[in-house]
């Protein structure tokens, strides 16, 4: 299995979503996390969009939900493949043309679940030197395995802070003591990850960190 260098950077709001937190630990919590935050809500509140164009509740559960599967569909190809092509994806027309509508939001947090949990256990599984595997992502070029799991990581996180604004914006705030995403100190560069399994030591060396000159891709995934 030729192994590759880790590649790629990991955008700097996902690295300050995630703080000091154990990458893997926060992916293997979020589905019930996100449960929690969207507690108290009726699925007329969930499917309201805050503003015309605007995501609702349930068509962030939908991206959460289809960016999972994309992830693991990534993973699988970079573990077994040399170097293959990652194609990009526009997140608002995953949103608008798969049917989000149609689906209950339950329906779609059960399916990120179940995507994650296959996810993590393909991790479980994979050898250290898996982690440094690449593949060529059409707009962010090399992309790690490594870098995949921080980024998902924050990219989670990033999410719930979103929810938590909608959530405001449709005029049913979270409860006072309700599950909040806790917030842990930014991690400072040379920070090292904490691993959580024994494949997880081959995130040990810290993700680096993009320009913070490098402009947002509109299609984010």
Not at 22 to 37: K, M, N, T
Not at 122 to 150: C, F, N, Q
Request: aromatic share 4%; glycine share 8%; hydrophobic share 40%.
């Amino acid at each position: 299995m030729a192994a590759g260098r880790p590649g790629s950077v990991v955008p700097q709001r996902y690295l300050d979503a995630i703080g000091s937190r154990d990458p893997f630990e926060s992916q293997r919590d979020a589905p019930a996390r996100v449960a929690r935050l969207l507690e108290g809500l009726s699925e007329a509140e969930l499917t309201r969009r805050p503003a015309p164009g605007k995501w609702s509740l349930r068509d962030v559960i939908g991206h959460l939900a289809d960016g999972e599967v994309v992830v693991g569909a990534r993973l699988r190809f970079i573990g077994a493949h040399d170097r293959p092509p990652l194609m990009g994806y526009d997140q608002d027309a995953f949103v608008e043309n798969l049917g989000t509508e149609n689906a209950r939001t339950e329906d779609l947090l059960r399916t990120f679940a179940f995507a994650r949990g296959a996810n993590l256990e393909l991790l479980a599984r994979l050898p250290e030197k898996a982690y440094d595997r690449v593949g060529l992502h059409a707009e962010r070029g090399e992309e790690s395995i490594r870098t995949i799991v921080v980024m998902c990581a924050g990219h989670d996180l990033v999410h719930e802070e979103q929810i938590l604004r909608i959530r405001e914006q449709i005029g049913n705030p979270l409860r006072p003591g309700r599950t909040r995403p806790a917030r842990r100190a930014p991690a400072a560069a040379g920070t090292r990850t904490r691993p959580a399994t024994a494949p997880a030591a081959a995130l040990r060396r810290t993700a680096r960190r993009a320009p913070a000159t490098k402009a947002r891709r509109r299609n984010g995934r």
